[in-house]
């Protein structure tokens, strides 16, 4: 009866009868509490759970294999990783369902490198462990990684599932390499995932994210069967673009469909810096430091341009220890993805890359670019401020496209973080000199540059 209900998710009325049983001096064998356990940790319970754990001591209960891998995945579960590896530390040998729930647990709450150092103890990996240490990269901003373990899980000789499948397409769009994406595609197709209706929604938000609406509107309208997921995507997609008249139209069409849009639906459409903000000081009088909603009152501040403000909730950050997400561009050339950070000098054509950035800041002062410094919060002099501002890595991103694409071929760029002011108009004056489309994608959208404009219209 326990188990029946913790296997229909009603996790309550399970507790419920597992102290009933308790109250009858019935005595629970290891099963009922494996399945107790198991189901504390997909509910969050960590207080229950942690009870158990002491009813289990407490009445100096044999903790076999099978019993200690539900309290550690218990453990996992409920996030509580410092005692999952206290008891991980105790296993002997290691079970692979048990470290496979610490690569899992440790990845959910962005620990890769320690997630990693479990991962590489395991001798006999199967396809679970594997799709939860590529989840875990795909999920942390380390997409290459991802990318680069997929592909020594098809050396190894596993087949990927759809799990796997879902998080390699996060990856990609994440890393926003748009010749990536087309490979992940044909693999998709030619091992049978295409009709999954899962797959087909990621694909079209890893296609929508590497810049291809074109691809994204043919997965879609190839889809035998859509779901509010897929019309959402696809409206976020025209949305993330800039494309307004392709985004309502599909929002007709899709309540035409007798789709109901969803709370996620109508968030595509909206920009409220207003709730943003309540939202984000509702939490911080909760939680003083944390650092989630430290970020996100900054980068609404900085949109709004209230560079007071921005400094005010910096120095809170630096004074907490809490360290801003540091800016980075990447560019695909060639099937491979090039990755660059402010000032980096790191790349092998690190000397070419700066002599195209030197002609191409003369070239766009000649028609008109004045560095903005109003967003350089730091203690430097204004002639400093203008050098640290003209080496950002999506201006080092650009200088390289330059030296490295064909004079016909659009420019895509992808940033982690939201484009500032200065790139915003730099990338727009580039275009028009170069007469070339740059494509940026930040943290919030897509830009178009074309001859001197912005598909955002300079709101973003």
Request: net charge negative; charged share 25%; glycine share 6%.
């Amino acid at each position: 009866m326990i188990d029946g209900y913790c296997q229909s998710g009603h996790y309550d009325i399970a507790f419920h009868l597992f102290e009933e049983m308790k109250n009858s001096d019935v005595e629970p064998d290891e099963m009922i509490l494996s399945t107790i356990l198991s189901a504390c940790g997909r509910a969050g319970k960590l207080t229950y759970g942690k009870a158990i754990h002491d009813f289990i001591e407490e009445n100096d209960m044999v903790v076999d294999s099978h019993l200690l891998s539900a309290l550690i995945a218990m453990y996992t579960g409920s996030g509580s990783m410092d005692l999952a590896q206290q008891l991980f530390d105790k296993t002997s040998p290691k079970n692979l369902v048990v470290a496979t729930a610490m690569v899992s647990g440790y990845s959910k709450l962005g620990r890769v490198e320690d997630a990693r150092l479990i991962f590489d103890q395991i001798v006999q990996k199967d396809l679970v462990c594997w799709s939860a240490m590529i989840s875990g990269y795909a999920e942390s901003d380390q997409p290459q990684e991802a990318l680069r373990l997929f592909s020594e899980m098809e050396v190894s000789g596993l087949r990927p599932d759809q799990v796997t499948m879902l998080s390699v397409m996060s990856a990609c769009a994440h890393l926003g390499a748009l010749d990536q994406a087309k490979w992940v595609h044909l693999y998709i197709d030619k091992n049978g995932f295409g009709g999954a209706l899962s797959v087909n929604n990621a694909l079209i938000d890893m296609y929508a994210k590497c810049g291809s609406l074109e691809r994204a509107r043919g997965v879609f309208e190839k889809m035998p069967r859509r779901n509010v997921i897929s019309w959402t995507t696809m409206i976020s997609a025209f949305a993330m673009h800039g494309d307004a008249g392709n985004a309502l139209n599909f929002f007709n069409q899709m309540k035409h469909a007798n789709i109901e849009p969803n709370g996620v639906t109508f968030v595509r459409f909206m920009d409220e810096i207003e709730l943003g903000e309540f939202a984000a000081q509702q939490v911080l009088e909760l939680e003083p430091d944390h650092d989630g909603a430290l970020v996100v009152l900054s980068n609404i501040y900085a949109k709004e341009g209230r560079w007071e403000d921005v400094g005010m909730v910096r120095k809170i950050m630096n004074n907490s220890g809490i360290s801003k997400q540091r800016g980075c561009s990447r560019i695909e050339l060639k099937n491979e993805v090039h990755e660059f950070l402010m000032a980096d000098r790191s790349h092998k054509q690190a000397d070419q890359i700066y002599e195209k950035l030197d002609e191409v800041v003369r070239e766009v002062k000649r028609v008109g670019y004045t560095p903005n410094t109003c967003s350089v919060l730091v203690d430097l002099e204004e002639e400093e401020k203008k050098e640290a501002i003209l080496w950002h890595s999506e201006k080092l991103a650009l200088s390289f496209g330059l030296i490295s694409e064909k004079k016909s071929s659009s420019i895509h760029i992808v940033k982690n973080l939201r484009i500032c002011e200065d790139c915003h108009t730099f990338m727009k004056l580039a275009s028009k000199v170069y007469d070339r489309e740059i494509i940026i994608r930040d943290r919030t959208r897509f830009h178009h540059y074309r001859h001197g404009s912005c598909s955002c219209k300079d709101y973003w």
